[in-house]
């Protein structure tokens, strides 16, 4: 048994995800809401597809998107429940279920999290049939079963941690690990945090790791300020800046506040999403 077999079983080739592509929806902030809301998704074998958030904008938007018209099955991870990232649930969950006949798989963080999830499609009056409530720990369970209806029996292992945002809500920064062969790479979704810590460490510890972290230019609490942040990393660096320059082209900055937040971000050095790319 090689390696790969070692580490996911015995996919076969088809079940390889070809790359962890995140495809942006929308990159805006709750209050920034022309760059729609701050969402992703990744294409699954099998025509799934992972959903990272689902803000008020996103079903719109999705709809318009030719590869959501013929998928087969949709997982959603939220970070937390603000309308900004949940707000389309309502809407997306019946519409899925009743177009592709299998309930949508939505994983959790923790218990917290489940409830406010559960009350949520509770008075969006969505049925339960629609719909699974899977923890994240369950949820890796069963695809390392192989079976295909959360992540299509792709290599992929997620963990939510949980980050800080604002009292009132659970909230997770999403790790996604795609464990392919000698050379895995990872995926750093920050949700919304005022904590960029982790985020830095991520870069430091894998380096295969590309970091989407959100951040504004409005001082606002229960968020990374982008100058702050960018303070920070050079201050992980050690102040060798080439270092630095380098960390920085592994971090997309997400969940903009305003233009003028886009443009300070790209002359940073940051990248920004770009819609369909
Ligand atoms: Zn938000
Ligand atoms: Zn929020």
């Known amino acids: 048994m090689n390696d790969k077999e070692l580490i996911i079983g015995s996919l076969d080739d088809s079940s390889l995800l070809p790359g962890m592509k995140l495809h942006f929806l929308g990159y805006g902030s709750g209050h920034n809401p022309k760059l729609g809301s701050n969402s992703a998704y990744m294409k699954l074998p099998g025509d799934g597809m992972l959903l990272l958030e689902c803000g008020e904008s996103v079903f719109r938007t999705l709809l318009g998107v030719r590869y959501f018209n013929k ?23 019946p519409y899925v279920y009743r177009r592709t006949g299998t309930p949508v798989n939505i994983i959790y963080g923790n218990i917290r999290q489940r409830r406010e999830l559960q009350g949520l499609l509770d008075n969006f009056g969505v049925p339960p049939m629609h719909y699974r409530l899977v923890s994240v720990r369950r949820a890796n369970a069963i695809n390392l079963e192989r079976r295909v209806e959360l992540f299509g029996g792709a290599p992929l292992f997620i963990e939510m941690m949980k980050t800080h945002h604002v009292p009132e809500l659970a909230c997770f920064s999403i790790l996604i690990m795609q464990m392919t062969d000698d050379n895995p790479s990872q995926i750093f979704w920050s949700g919304d945090t005022d904590d960029f810590l982790p985020a830095i460490a991520m870069l430091q510890t894998f380096p295969n790791c590309h970091i989407y972290h959100e951040a504004n230019t409005s001082h606002s609490i229960s968020h990374t300020d982008m100058d702050e942040f960018n303070e920070a990393l050079l201050t992980f660096a050690d ?21 003028a937040a886009c443009r300070h971000a790209t002359k940073l050095g940051y990248s920004v999403p770009r819609i369909g790319r």
């Open 71 to 93: 998928i087969k099955y949709l997982t959603i991870v939220l970070s937390h429940t603000h309308s900004d990232h949940s707000g389309s649930l309502g809407t997306l969950v």
């Open 239 to 259: 102040d060798d800046i080439r270092l630095a320059d380098k960390w920085r082209k592994r971090i997309t900055l997400m969940h903009l506040n305003s233009d």
